[in-house]
T-cell receptor, first 116, second 110 residues
């Protein structure tokens, strides 16, 4: 597709269940980012992947959160044993990352997670 | 926290007026970007300013960067109702990490 695609767009789950959120970046983009946004708040950095380098996981809030990027393309964010405070919109973005720095990020529409 | 802070948190102006939003950060940066978000979903890139630049223009947008004060401002001139959105600054630190500020909610009244 032409843009960053995220699925599901909405997910309602029960406390304690595991969830997987998927991100399809723009083809050819080497950098991929995950952010979390609670209602009315700013974006909280979670993790980024750049090429073949080790991902920067410094923003993951707990060991219940993990992410992987297979084949340098699709990424999955997994939240184990979900808690109510995990409820938020999870945003994925990708960029060409040519030269110094990430450059312009292209965002998906996000996955809204609600934990009951 | 490396997160930038923006002010004001909310801004309400009349159509045709100018809107100014400010962003402050704590440590040295490589570049700074501004984004816009409608309806709490995906963000759209507006402009990028490098640490060695002081001012940049794009259409009705003007961005300034003062690295000595660790601050940036976004000016939207001749605002329109369609400019109503949340605006975020994002600072690039080492490598590819991009940290977003808390955002300014702009309301442009017709």
């Amino acid at each position: 597709g032409a843009g960053v695609s995220q699925s599901p767009s909405n997910k309602v789950t029960e406390k304690g269940k595991d969830v997987e959120l998927r991100c399809d970046p723009i083809s050819g983009h080497t950098a991929l980012y995950w952010y979390r946004q609670s209602l009315g708040q700013g974006l909280e950095f979670l993790i980024y992947f750049q090429g073949n380098s080790a991902p920067d996981k410094s923003g993951l809030p707990s060991d219940r959160f993990s992410a992987e990027r297979t084949g340098g393309s699709v990424s999955t964010l997994t939240i184990q044993r979900t808690q109510q405070e995990d409820s938020a919109v999870y945003l994925c973005a990708s960029s060409l990352a040519r030269g110094m720095g990430p450059g312009e990020l292209f965002f998906g529409e996000g996955s809204r997670l609600t934990v009951l | 926290s490396q997160q930038g802070e923006e002010d004001p948190q909310a801004l309400s102006i009349q159509e045709g007026e100018n809107a100014t939003m400010n962003c402050s950060y704590k440590t040295s940066i490589n570049n700074l970007q501004w984004y816009r978000q409608n309806s709490g979903r995906g963000l759209v890139h507006l402009i990028l300013i490098r640490s060695n630049e002081r001012e940049k223009h794009s259409g009705r947008l003007r961005v300034t960067l003062d690295t000595s004060k660790k601050s940036s401002s976004l000016l939207i001139t001749a605002s329109r109702a369609a400019d109503t959105a949340s605006y975020f600054c994002a600072t690039e630190y080492s490598s590819y990490k991009l940290i977003f500020g808390s955002g300014t909610r702009l309301l442009v009244r017709p």
